[in-house]
């Protein structure tokens, strides 16, 4: 018979545990504290190098060991090992106790605890391209590469909550686009939408009668400003028609001028002797001559501009619009304008719930979408069982996210068999997973939770499928490996 030697284990300063060759259960029994649990993280350290890592000598020795299955390890400051496993065994967090009860009250939660100690326990694998073909348009979406490593359920259980949490950024996203089309509605709904909707006639005719106030008020400027022009016109010219002189007084009169200044030449001829008075004679009639000729000029000008004058005064002027047209108008455009602005409500509000109908629209989408996904969430547990089924577990089936065996009652839930019968269960999977002469680590309180009954099933069970399963039970006395004795259990249990 082989066995697993432990010395200076934590609180464990000799222990042998025995190992037998066509199988069975080994119980290490012992009081509280007195290291049952050390004893079965030592077995688990042969073969699970996370585990071999948290093992300790025990305090005041230099090192301590463990010596089984092919494997030697020497515990110490640091922990070596050396030789090489010789029989199969399964990592300790899969125990098979896990499958019979996973001490979860929710069912649903409980067999997806179940599921995941399977995968683990028939070291399935999953490739990036089965999750792909499962996950479709969302692969990329939540970076499924980045997701992917050895262990499925651990990547299942990422890609749940990035499904998860997509479908509930999702949700958001659609509550968000419901909320902001139901603000839309709302400030639109006191607008008749249905009413007229004239906005290019209305800028048309707003446009004409633009042109046509513009028009008369022009009309209306330039006319008082030629009835101002008129008006000075009108002034000046009996201004100068009061004080004009005649020009051809003027002429005549700068005719005798010029005849008395020729008769006075012929006469300083004559009269030498006079020279000297007429000389200032000449010079004085000279400058009245002077003057006579600039009012000469004069007069020319203020006839030249009476003329004009009486052109500007003849003229006919035209009677200016009405001011109240123009106000008919301008009013006109005011209405035209309110128009304008109902429309433009009006086509606003259209385009609020044209906008809130395509919100309410994508809002569904999104909804639509999130359910896809949480569905594709719950669909990774079919990925696994189908990577179960290829691996020969085809005992189990996943039925509404509840793990199922085929029974001779039909397709149940394994929930809810019998606690022997889903014992037996969890040995033949773990059986299927492991190969003869494996070595099966169980949780103390997966044992002790068993009736004698179930324990002698247990035992053969083992036997049958030459399966070592180590476990721990409290009891008086030392810390102690001993074979599970088949009769004397269900003998003390029956007293």
């Given at each position: 018979m082989n066995s697993i030697e432990l010395k200076n284990v934590a609180p464990i300063s000799q222990l042998t545990i025995p190992i037998p060759e066509k199988g069975g259960v080994v119980v290490l029994r012992g009081a509280n504290g007195s290291g049952k649990s050390h004893a079965l993280q030592a077995v688990e350290g042969l073969y699970d190098k996370?585990?071999?890592?948290?093992?300790?000598?025990?305090?005041?020795?230099?090192?301590?060991?463990?010596?089984?299955?092919?494997?030697?390890?020497?515990?110490?400051?640091?922990?070596?090992?050396?030789?090489?496993?010789?029989?199969?065994?399964?990592?300790?967090?899969?125990?098979?106790s896990q499958l019979v009860d996973p001490g979860i009250k929710d069912p649903v939660a409980a067999d997806a605890?179940?599921?995941?100690?399977?995968?683990?326990?028939?070291?399935?694998?999953?490739?990036?391209?089965?999750?792909?073909?499962?996950?479709?348009?969302?692969?990329?979406?939540?970076?499924?590469?980045?997701?992917?490593?050895?262990?499925?359920?651990?990547?299942?259980d990422r890609m749940r909550r990035k499904l998860h949490a997509m479908a509930l950024s999702k949700e958001k996203q659609a509550n968000s686009s419901a909320q902001e089309s139901a603000t839309l509605e709302t400030s639109v709904a006191d607008v008749n939408i249905n009413g007229q909707d004239n906005a290019a006639e209305l800028m048309e005719e707003l446009e004409q009668v633009n042109v046509q106030i513009a028009t008369g008020k022009q009309q209306r400027m330039s006319i008082r400003?030629?009835?101002?022009?008129?008006?000075?016109?009108?002034?000046?010219?009996?201004?100068?028609?009061?004080?004009a002189m005649d020009p051809d007084a003027?002429?005549?009169?700068?005719?005798?001028?010029?005849?008395?200044?020729?008769?006075?030449t012929l006469e300083e001829v004559e009269l030498q002797n006079r020279l000297n008075a007429i000389r200032k004679d000449v010079e004085k009639n000279q400058a009245?001559?002077?003057?006579?000729m600039e009012r000469k000029v004069e007069a020319?000008?203020?006839?030249?501009?009476?003329?004009?004058?009486?052109?500007?005064?003849s003229k006919t002027i035209e009677e200016p619009v009405e001011l109240e047209v123009i106000e008919g108008w301008e009013a006109?455009?005011?209405?035209?304008?309110?128009?304008?602005?109902?429309?433009?409500?009006?086509?606003?509000?259209?385009?609020?719930?044209?906008k809130a109908k395509v919100l309410a629209a994508h809002s569904q989408?999104?909804?639509?979408?999130?359910?896809?996904?949480?569905?594709?969430?719950?669909?990774?547990?079919?990925?696994?069982?189908?990577?179960?089924?290829?691996?020969?577990?085809?005992?189990?089936?996943?039925?509404?996210?509840?793990?199922c065996v085929e029974t001779d009652r039909g397709i149940e839930p394994y929930s809810e068999l019998s606690h022997g019968e889903r014992w037996r269960i969890a040995l033949d999977l773990t059986a299927c997973g492991l190969g003869v002469g494996a070595v099966v680590p169980v949780r103390q309180e997966g044992w002790e939770a068993l009736d004698p009954k179930n324990k002698h099933e247990i035992q053969r069970m083992a036997l049958d499928r030459s399966l070592v399963m180590v476990t721990a039970e409290a009891a008086d006395g030392e810390l102690r490996a001993e074979l599970f004795d088949d009769e004397g259990e269900v003998d003390a249990g029956s007293e």
């Open positions: 996370n585990v071999r890592k948290t093992l300790r000598n025990t305090d005041g020795t230099q090192s301590g060991s463990v010596k089984g299955m092919g494997v030697t390890l020497r515990l110490g400051r640091v922990n070596t090992s050396k030789g090489e496993l010789l029989c199969e065994a399964i990592d300790g967090r899969v125990d098979p605890r179940r599921l995941a100690t399977l995968v683990r326990l028939a070291n399935v694998k999953v490739s990036a391209a089965q999750w792909a073909e499962m996950l479709g348009k969302y692969g990329s979406e939540i970076e499924l590469e980045s997701l992917v490593d050895d262990d499925p359920v651990t990547t299942a400003a030629a009835i101002e022009q008129q008006s000075q016109a009108m002034q000046q010219l009996e201004t100068l028609e009061a004080s003027c002429e005549r009169e700068w005719q005798s001028y010029r005849s008395e200044i020729e008769r006075l009245l001559q002077l003057k006579a020319e000008e203020q006839r030249k501009q009476i003329e004009l004058l009486k052109v500007v005064v006109r455009r005011e209405k035209i304008r309110e128009d304008l602005k109902l429309c433009e409500v009006i086509k606003r509000a259209k385009q609020a719930i044209h989408e999104l909804n639509d979408e999130a359910e896809t996904i949480r569905d594709l969430a719950r669909s990774t547990d079919s990925v696994l069982e189908n990577a179960l089924q290829d691996a020969g577990f085809t005992v189990i089936k996943v039925h509404d996210g509840r793990l």
